[in-house]
């Protein structure tokens, strides 16, 4: 018979790991225009808009991390109550 609150404790670590992928995505957002500005010459006007979208992504990608986060951690909070009490 599986322990009380199993399944939500999985569902919580699935969202951490998608909070955690969100997050590197977001990582490297934030690095790839300047390797990409490093490696390609592109006109500065058109690199500032490299730059911008990949923060603005970032920016959408770390914010989804944060969400994740908080419902993995609100997921483990009703598995800690679903818990037999002795």
């Known amino acids: 018979m599986?322990?009380?609150?199993?399944?939500i404790r999985q569902l919580a670590h699935e969202r951490r790991t998608k909070a955690l992928a969100c997050f590197g995505g977001a990582f490297s957002?934030?690095?790839s225009p300047f390797l990409i500005l490093l490696l390609i010459s592109i006109p500065s006007r058109l690199g500032i808009l490299v730059v911008l979208g990949c923060?603005?992504?970032?920016?959408l990608l770390y914010q989804q991390g944060q969400k994740l986060w908080v419902k993995a951690n609100q997921a483990d909070q009703g598995a800690h109550g679903d818990r037999p009490k002795r």
């Open 2 to 7: 599986p322990k009380a609150g199993m399944r």
């Open 29 to 31: 957002l934030v690095v």
């Open 55 to 59: 923060w603005v992504g970032a920016a």
